[in-house]
Each structure stands twice: as C-alpha cells, then as structure tokens.
C-alpha cells in the first residue's frame, strides 16, 4: 500500500519545538519532491514548505522562515520538519505530500498526502 504517514505532532509550549517526521511506504521518497502544508480551525490548506527532488533546494513560507527547517533522510526515507520557536499561530493540523516540484515553497502536482497530525502550541 502506497502512503505517507506523519508524526511528531503534539502539545507544546510558544517558544518550543518540535519535529515531524513523514515517512514514505511502498514507494521511494528520492523520486519526489516533498511538501509540508498545514490546516488551522476555519482556515484553508497552506504551504509551509517544500525540498526539492534534484538538488535538496528548500524553500519556506515568509512566516516561518528562520524558524523552520526541512531535510531529507534518504536512507530512511523520510523527509522531516524541525519546527522551533514555536508560536499560537502555528497551531494546525500538519500534512506532508509527494509531488512533482517546487513552486517555491508550495508543493505541485501532489500525488500523495498523508493523513496529517496535531500541532498545538499554547501555554
């Protein structure tokens, strides 16, 4: 079976971290470019970022740069979102996809998505 399963979400303080981690089975995460999206209460999908299959570029939404970090584990295939100084506003369900490229730092032609897990920073 073909999926991509999330982890690492969790409850945590403003100013902490976190890391998620997708991890690819039945399929090879090298081919891809990878995207991490994130959905809050009453608010619509986004981008947060994408590393690119060619080169490992990445790139990152202007509200999280500086804070967020992207990286590939070939190896393992998974690809991982360290997340730090964490804000109320990051709060949202986090998803990883599959797809063709980067556009920036939003993931085109997705193939697949994982099911997502919880972020919740709040003190």
């Known amino acids: 079976q073909l999926q991509l399963v999330e982890s690492g979400g969790g409850l945590v303080q403003p100013g902490g971290s976190l890391r998620l981690s997708c991890a690819a089975s039945?399929?090879?995460?090298?081919?891809?470019?990878i995207g991490w999206f994130r959905q809050a209460p009453g608010k619509a999908r986004e981008g947060v970022s994408c590393?690119?299959?060619?080169?490992?570029?990445?790139f990152y939404a202007d509200s999280v740069k500086g804070r967020f970090t992207i990286s590939r584990d070939n190896a393992k295939n998974t690809v991982s979102l360290q997340m730090s100084s964490l804000k109320p506003e990051d709060t949202a369900v986090y998803y990883c996809?599959?797809?063709?490229?980067?556009?920036?730092?939003?993931?085109?032609?997705?193939?697949?998505w994982g099911r997502g897990t919880q972020v919740t920073v709040s003190s």
């Open positions: 590393i690119s299959s060619s080169d490992g570029s990445t």
């Open positions: 996809a599959a797809g063709y490229s980067c556009s920036g730092y939003v993931l085109f032609g997705v193939n697949y």
């Open positions: 039945g399929f090879t995460l090298d081919y891809y470019a």
